[in-house]
């Protein structure tokens, strides 16, 4: 009788800075709560909050109180938020960043390493790469990724640890992972062009039938986004202030920042104050976005943004700038608008557009809807990330 070989799972770490609850971890929680576990083996690593800290918070405070104060919630989505929402508690590994020098960090990295022997290694963040790169090297992982989400990762910064990433881990790293074509292109001019770089489109999660929204009184439109600088929330509310219209229109901004009290002195210098409501940092969007009819983004630099992907999946028309990935989200004149980054005069015109154009509204978020289905599902993520994997051992 002939023995039936069982084929050894492959072995990927992915190595995180936190497990909180930013763009990269609810990607990277998405593909390791869903990736087929009798080929992977996912590994998780946190160089954040040890794992005493982390259990200490889930045992200080329930779910219920969690869902219902911002303030724990804030915390929870700082540090926690990836740990909570893991389906599979096995196989996380803690190294706390407050506890250990750097040094001290790599060293239980190249431990951690030759005792788990992963196939691939594949980190989340600059500070994550940096720290691990070298222990992986020295462990001989042959596989290792990086995840570039944004511009930020491109140019050189300060900061030490920024450094110590574009110096010796730029060219230790066997693959990038991108998430748009742009960012990949940017990246080839700007130092990687004889790096291999594959873009995979982020997954934005189903959970929305289409519906006729509501006609409305007032035309909602919604900004979700850190406030920070590159932002540039001022931007639209210039747009705003050129605006004339006999549509009532308000203007909601979600998220905090370190932004948030100069923002709203310009909004009350400018009388402004009845338009633009700061409606502050929101656990679950969904169901604002579920009320809203238009979703603006003003950015000057992103990789994939996940907010207007969310909104054309929720059937909503998107006005944008020209940064990194939106044309590959929003089809200019198809599902939204897209204008040059700082073009206010433009940006203020094509919202002006939809504020007063009901049926064009629906028949862009109509078109939005289709298309993202199609190109921006977890699915479709977990489908190319497990072949991107399975490829790399073979």
């Known amino acids: 009788m002939i023995a039936i070989m069982k084929k050894k799972r492959i072995k990927v770490a992915f190595i995180f800075g936190a497990l909180g609850g930013g763009g990269a971890q609810r990607q990277f929680g998405h593909l390791i709560n869903n990736i087929n576990r009798e080929r992977f083996r996912p590994i998780i690593i946190s160089i954040g909050r040890s794992e005493n800290e982390t259990i200490a918070f889930f045992k200080k405070y329930t779910d219920e109180q969690i869902e219902i104060d911002p303030q724990i919630a804030k915390v929870e989505f700082q540090n926690y938020y990836l740990y909570r929402n893991l389906k599979y508690k096995e196989d996380i590994y803690f190294i706390s960043k407050y506890e250990n020098s750097k040094f001290k960090i790599q060293k239980l990295l190249y431990k951690l390493f030759q005792k788990l022997k992963p196939d691939i290694a594949l980190s989340i963040s600059p500070y994550a790469a940096a720290l691990s790169i070298f222990p992986l090297v020295l462990n001989r992982t042959k596989h290792r990724i990086h995840s570039v989400r944004s511009n930020e990762m491109l140019f050189e910064h300060k900061k030490s ?169 929003v089809i200019n004149g198809v599902t939204g608008f897209v204008v040059n980054v700082d073009d206010t005069k433009s940006f203020a015109e094509k919202l002006q557009i939809l504020i007063d154009n009901d049926s064009l509204r629906n028949a862009y978020g109509k078109r939005a809807y289709t298309r993202s289905r199609n190109m921006f599902t977890i699915k479709n993520m977990i489908k190319n990330y497990e072949a991107l994997f399975a490829s790399l051992m073979n």
């Open 161 to 329: 640890i920024s450094n110590y990433f574009h110096w010796f881990t730029k060219h230790l790293i066997s693959l990038y992972i991108v998430n748009s074509n742009d960012l990949k292109t940017k990246m080839k001019l700007n130092g990687f062009k004889h790096k291999e770089i594959i873009n995979i489109y982020n997954g934005i999660p189903v959970f929305y039938d289409l519906i006729q929204k509501k006609n409305d009184d007032v035309i909602k439109i919604s900004y979700i986004a850190r406030l920070y600088k590159v932002k540039n929330h001022q931007m639209l509310f210039d747009a705003i202030l050129s605006i004339s219209t006999n549509n009532e229109f308000r203007v909601h901004i979600f998220g905090t920042g370190v932004l948030e009290h100069e923002l709203k002195e310009y909004v009350n210098k400018y009388k402004l104050s009845h338009t633009v409501i700061f409606e502050g940092w929101k656990k679950d969007i969904s169901k604002y976005l579920q009320e809203t009819d238009i979703v603006v983004l003003t950015s000057n630099g992103e990789g994939f943004n996940n907010s207007i992907a969310e909104a054309q999946m929720h059937a909503i028309p998107v006005v944008s700038t020209d940064c990194t990935g939106s044309r590959e989200i």
